[in-house]
C-alpha cells in the first residue's frame, strides 16, 4: 500500500530484521563529523548501535548524508527560593527530584517576585517543573481563604493532549497536598456536568486558547470568582503561538487582562518555550507585558545522534519525464519497522494527517509479517479522532502498550513520552526550532536518543540534508506575529465590546490600529459608541466572528453514508481539496470514497470502499495588487511588498495508482471560488535583464514558474512559517506590473509577517533558491528542485536551466544586505530582530481596499488563468507551498505555528452559555 516501491529485488524493508546486531560505529557519509565519534563499544539501545543496525541493509548507509553527534551535558543544580512553601518543596522530592537546575530556581523567583517570565530552554529541561512549584505554592497559600479559593492559576496549552498530560502530572505532584490544589481540564471534551463544578471549585484550570476565547471571557460572569483570584496564567510551549494563530492569541490574552483588571486581579504571566531566539521579545508582544528571560539552560542531556536520510531514486519517472525518489512516507513505514522489530520505541512524526495513517497501516501490514502480535503495537495519531478515542491512544502510549507511533504535530508539543528511544521525522517540520522540539521526543529520561530527518522529495528538505550547517550551525528562529493585523484585531474588539463595553482607556491594550479599525466596526453596525463607550449591537456571539486558528469557518463533518456513524471532522479551509466528492478519505486505516459535499451544511458523505488509486485536487489562481507598501530598486527589476487580492478555485483532481503514484485520469469539479486579501512580496523583471539572462518568449513562463517553485519551497528556512502558509503566482505579463512578475503571499486574510520577512530577506532567501535549483542532480527539473505535483497548472510550463539564469541575473542588480536585514538563522548565519509586521504604516483595512469582517465581499465567476503554486485549501487556511506533495497525497497539511487542529478545543464554546453560531452575516 506504500508509494514509489523500490522495483523488485531492490527493496529493503524487512532486511534489517534479521541482522546481527553492530557492536562497532559504521562509517555513515563523507561528512560524518570526527571530532564527535561514536563510542567503539555501545549497547543495544545506545543511538549509535540503533543506527547502525538501520543503516546495514544493501544501500541503506549510503542514504545518510550527515550524521550529527550532540555529546551529553552534565547539569546545575540550585536550591527552590525560601518562599516556596515547605509542602511544595517536599512533593518535589518525594517525586525523586532533590533539588532544581538552575534555572528552575531562577524562573521560580521571578515569579514570586511579580515578574512575567518566559523559559526558554531545551526539550525535557524541566521547564514544567520551573512554573508549577510558585503556582502550587500560591494555591496553597489561597486554600487558606474562607472560601478555599483565594488564588486561582490559568493553564493555556496549544493542544488538548498537552492540556491532558499536564493535569495528569500536576495531580501526581500534588497529591501530598491533599484538596488544597485542585487541577481540572476544561475544554471542548469536558462533560457539561462537570463544568460548573470546575467553575465554582477549581483552582487551577488547564484550557487552550480556543475554549478561552469562545467559552470562558464570553460568559466572565460565572468566573468571575476564579478571575478574581486569578494569580498566575501559565502559557505552555508559547513558541507554537506565532503567524496568525499567535497573533489571534496575543489578541485573547489581552482580552483575558483587561476582564481580569475589571475584577480587580493582575495575574503573572509564566510563559515556557523550546529555545528560541528573542524569547523575551516575542513573549511581551503575545502578552502586551514586560517579561524576564531565562534561557540558561542547567538541565543534564544524554546523548543525541541526529542523522540525515535521503530516500534514493527509484526507475519511475514523474511528470515530464523527471525522476522520482522514493517518498518519505515510504521510507519512514520502512524504518518505523525495522525499530518495533528490534524493540527500539519510535515516533514518527508526519506533516499531514494521511501521512500518519498510511505510516500506520504500512508498518502494521509488514510487522504482521514478522509476528502478528507486534502489528497491534503500531498506531497512528492525529487530529480529527474522537475524544475516546485520542484518550485510548495516549494511555497506550503512556503504559508502554505501543511500541511506535506515526502521529501528527498533535505529539509535538510536550507531552512527556517517557522511555523513547527514537523519532523519525518524515520531512522538514518547517522551522528549526520545531525540528529540535519533535527531535527532544526522545530520550527524555536522560538516556541516550536518535533522531532521524527523512526528506521529502522538495527542494526545502533536499537543500537541508546535503546543507546540514544549515540546520546544525544555526540558531532557531525568532517568533513573527502581528497582533495589530486589522483582520485579527477586528473580531477581537467586537468580542471585547460584548464582554464590557470597549472605553478609551482600553485602545492602549488592544495597540494602536484601534484609531483605525473602531470607526469601520462602526460604519459596519458591528460596533455603537454611546457616551464614552463602543458597545456590540448584535444578537450573534462576538466571539463567533473568528475562528483563531484560521481555518475558516466551520468543520466539514465526515459522515458514513451507511451508518450515519461519524467519522471525525476535516477544517473548512481545507475542505475543497480533501473531501470534494470523489476525493479518496482516510480514517484509522480504513478507506473511505466521498460521495458528496455540502458545503452549506458542512457535511461530507463517504462510504467505505478499496480503490486502487488515490486523489489529489487541483485548482487556480488569480491575483492582482491592490496596493505597494514599499519597492527597492534591484537593478533594473524591481522588489516589492504590499498588499494583494488572491481568487481561488478547486477545478479538478486527479487519480493516482498507489504504487507508482501514475496518473489514472482528471475529474472536473465544480465549486466556488474563494478570494482572499493578503500582504505579498513580488519582484519583476525588464527585458533587457530577460536578454542578459538568455531568457527568450518560449522559456520565459516556464523559467518564471520554476524560481516561483523553488522559492515558496525555500522560503520557511528565512521565515517563521510553513511551507503551507504561503501561496505563489507567477505570470509573463501582469496587467498591474506590465512586466515579468513573481508573487509569494501570505494564505491568511491580512497576512501574516511572513511576505514582509520575504521582503527584508530577500537577497540571501533568492541566492539559496538558485543554489537549490543549481545543484540538484537532475536535468530538467523534479520534485527536489522545481515540480510540485499539487501545482495548478501540472508543472507546465517549467524550464530548470532558465530559472538559475534569471535568478543570476537578478541577483547580480540586489542591493547589499544590511546586517539587520539577514535572515534568522539562515546560510548567512546572521540574527535579526524581529520586525514589527506591517511597521511600514500599514493603513487600515478600508484604506487598503479590505473590507473589515463581518463586511467582506466575493466576487464570482472563474479566476483568470495563471502559472502558480496554488494554495492547498485555496483559501484562508493552508496554501500550498510549491514544494513536491509524495504522489497520491492528498493530505491536510498542519501548518507550522499551528498545532493539529483536531486535537484543540473541538467544540469550544460552552453551550451551557449558548450554543455557537456561524460567523455573523453582513
Known amino acids: 500500500m506504500a508509494f514509489n516501491h523500490l522495483p523488485a529485488g531492490v527493496h529493503d524493508a524487512l532486511t534489517p530484521l534479521s541482522v546481527t546486531p553492530v557492536t562497532h560505529s559504521v562509517p ?13 563499544h555501545v549497547s543495544h539501545r545506545e543511538p549509535g548501535a540503533v543506527l547502525g543496525r538501520l543503516a546495514s541493509g544493501p544501500s541503506r548507509a549510503s542514504r545518510i548524508t550527515h550524521t550529527e553527534h550532540l555529546p551529553p551535558r552534565a547539569g546545575r543544580h540550585a536550591v527552590w527560593p525560601d518562599r516556596i512553601r515547605p509542602e511544595v518543596v517536599a512533593a518535589v522530592q518525594a517525586c525523586g527530584i532533590e533539588h532544581p537546575w538552575a534555572h528552575q530556581a531562577e524562573a521560580a523567583e521571578h515569579a514570586l517576585d511579580g515578574d512575567s517570565v518566559v523559559v526558554a530552554t531545551g526539550t525535557a529541561s524541566g521547564k514544567s517543573l520551573a512554573y508549577l512549584v510558585p503556582v502550587l505554592s500560591a494555591l496553597l497559600d489561597g486554600s487558606q481563604a474562607p472560601n478555599g479559593r483565594g488564588a486561582t492559576a490559568l493553564y493555556l496549552a496549544p493542544t488538548k493532549a498537552l492540556a491532558a498530560d499536564q493535569c495528569r502530572s500536576v495531580k501526581e505532584l500534588s497529591q501530598p497536598l491533599g484538596h488544597a490544589v485542585r487541577p481540572a481540564v476544561y475544554d471542548g471534551d469536558t462533560p457539561f456536568e462537570e463544568r460548573e463544578w470546575i467553575r465554582q471549585y477549581g483552582n487551577y484550570v488547564l484550557t487552550n486558547p480556543d475554549m478561552l476565547h469562545r467559552g470562558i471571557l464570553p460568559s466572565h460572569p460565572r468566573w468571575s470568582s476564579f478571575l478574581k483570584s486569578l494569580r498566575y496564567v501559565v502559557i505552555d510551549e508559547c513558541h507554537t503561538y506565532r503567524g496568525v494563530f499567535g497573533s489571534h492569541v496575543a489578541q485573547v490574552l489581552r482580552r483575558l487582562r483587561r476582564l481580569c483588571a475589571r475584577y480587580g486581579s493582575f495575574p503573572v504571566f509564566l510563559l515556557a518555550s523550546a529555545t528560541a531566539a528573542q524569547p523575551a521579545v516575542a513573549a511581551r508582544r503575545l502578552t502586551g507585558l514586560p517579561v524576564v528571560e531565562v534561557a540558561d539552560d542547567a538541565s543534564p542531556r544524554g546523548e543525541l545522534v541526529f542523522a540525515l536520510w535521503e530516500p534514493p531514486l527509484t526507475e519511475m519517472q514523474g511528470e515530464k519525464g523527471a525522476p522520482v525518489r522514493r517518498t518519505a512516507t515510504a521510507e519512514t513505514a520502512d524504518l518505523l519497522t525495522d525499530l518495533a522489530v528490534q ?19 504500512i508498518t502494521q501490514e509488514r510487522l504482521a509479517e514478522v509476528d502478528r502480535s507486534l502489528a497491534r503495537r503500531v498506531a497512528a495519531y492525529r487530529g480529527g479522532y474522537l475524544p475516546e478515542e485520542r484518550r485510548a491512544l495516549e494511555r497506550a502510549l503512556h503504559s508502554g502498550e505501543l511500541l511506535g507511533l506515526a502521529a501528527t504535530t498533535a505529539l509535538e508539543l510536550g507531552v512527556d513520552v517517557s522511555g523513547l528511544d527514537a523519532v523519525l521525522i518524515a520531512g522538514y517540520p518547517g522551522t528549526r526550532a520545531s525540528l529540535w522540539q519533535q527531535a527532544g521526543r526522545a530520550g527524555r529520561s536522560g538516556q541516550g536518543a536518535l533522531a532521524v530527518l527523512i526528506a521529502r522529495d522538495d527542494p526545502l528538505d533536499t537543500f537541508l540534508v546535503h546543507h546540514p550547517e544549515a540546520l546544525f550551525d544555526q540558531p532557531v528562529e525568532s517568533t513573527v506575529l502581528d497582533p495589530d493585523n486589522p483582520y485579527v484585531l477586528a473580531p477581537h474588539l467586537c468580542a471585547a465590546a460584548a464582554e464590557l463595553p470597549l472605553t478609551e482607556d ?34 450573534e456571539r462576538a466571539a463567533d466572528l473568528t475562528d483563531i486558528r484560521g481555518a475558516g469557518g466551520r468543520p466539514v463533518q465526515v459522515v458514513e453514508t451507511g451508518t450515519g456513524r461519524l467519522l471525525g471532522t476535516v477544517d473548512a479551509a481545507a475542505a475543497h481539496s480533501t473531501v470534494h466528492e470523489g476525493a479518496v478519505h482516510l480514517h484509522q486505516g480504513r478507506t473511505y470514497l466521498v460521495r458528496s459535499l455540502d458545503l452549506e451544511d458542512s457535511v461530507a458523505l463517504v462510504e467505505q470502499a478499496s480503490p486502487p488509486y488515490s486523489t489529489v485536487a487541483r485548482d487556480t489562481t488569480a491575483i492582482s495588487v491592490l496596493e505597494t507598501d514599499t519597492e527597492i530598486p534591484w537593478g533594473e527589476g524591481r522588489l516589492c511588498y504590499g498588499s494583494v487580492e488572491v481568487t481561488n478555485q478547486v477545478v479538478s483532481f486527479l487519480r493516482r495508482r498507489l504504487i507508482t503514484g501514475e496518473v489514472l485520469g482528471e475529474t472536473k469539479l465544480d465549486l466556488p471560488p474563494r478570494t482572499l486579501r493578503t500582504r505579498a512580496v513580488w519582484w519583476t523583471v525588464t527585458e533587457d535583464q530577460l536578454d542578459a539572462a538568455r531568457i527568450t518568449p518560449e522559456i520565459l513562463g516556464g523559467s518564471l514558474h520554476a524560481a516561483e517553485h523553488a522559492s515558496i519551497g525555500m522560503l520557511p528556512l528565512f521565515a517563521t512559517c510553513d511551507r503551507w502558509d504561503i501561496g505563489g503566482v507567477s505570470i509573463p505579463l501582469h496587467p498591474d506590473t506590465l512586466l515579468p512578475t513573481v508573487f509569494v503571499y501570505d494564505g491568511h486574510p491580512g497576512g501574516a509577517g511572513f511576505a514582509e520577512r520575504a521582503f527584508h530577506t530577500a537577497r540571501a532567501w533568492l541566492a539559496a533558491t538558485r543554489e537549490a535549483i543549481a545543484s540538484c542532480e537532475c536535468d530538467a527539473g523534479c520534485p527536489s528542485c522545481i515540480q510540485s505535483p499539487k501545482c495548478g497548472n501540472g508543472n507546465d510550463p517549467l524550464h530548470k536551466r532558465g530559472a538559475v539564469r534569471l535568478l543570476t541575473e537578478l541577483l547580480r542588480g540586489a542591493p547589499e544586505e544590511k546586517p539587520s536585514e539577514a535572515p534568522d538563522a539562515g546560510p548567512g548565519g546572521h540574527v535579526r530582530e524581529v520586525p514589527e509586521p506591517g511597521a511600514a504604516g500599514r493603513p487600515a483595512p478600508e484604506a487598503q481596499g479590505q473590507p473589515v469582517p463581518g463586511t467582506e465581499w466575493m466576487p464570482e465567476g472563474n479566476p483568470a488563468p495563471g502559472t502558480q503554486e496554488t494554495p492547498d485549501s485555496g483559501t484562508q487556511g493552508t496554501p500550498d507551498s510549491g514544494t513536491a506533495r509524495e504522489p497520491g497525497s492528498q493530505a491536510e497539511r498542519i501548518p507550522e505555528g499551528k498545532t493539529d487542529p483536531g486535537t484543540v478545543a473541538g467544540s469550544a464554546a460552552d453551550p451551557s452559555v449558548s450554543a455557537p453560531r456561524g460567523p455573523l452575516s453582513p
Not at 555513515?28 to 567503539?40: E, F, G, L, T
Open 343 to 361: 524493540g527500539v520505541r519510535t515516533v514518527a512524526f508526519v506533516r499531514s494527517r494521511r501521512g500518519a495513517e498510511l505510516i500506520s497501516v
Open 506 to 539: 482600553d485602545l492602549e491594550l488592544f495597540g494602536p490600529s484601534c484609531a483605525d479599525v473602531l470607526p469601520q466596526l462602526e460604519a459596519a453596525k458591528l460596533l455603537r459608541r454611546r457616551t464614552k463607550a463602543w458597545h456590540w449591537t448584535r444578537r
Open 28 to 40: 555513515m557519509a563523507k561528512n560524518h563529523r570526527s571530532d564527535r565519534p561514536a563510542p567503539d
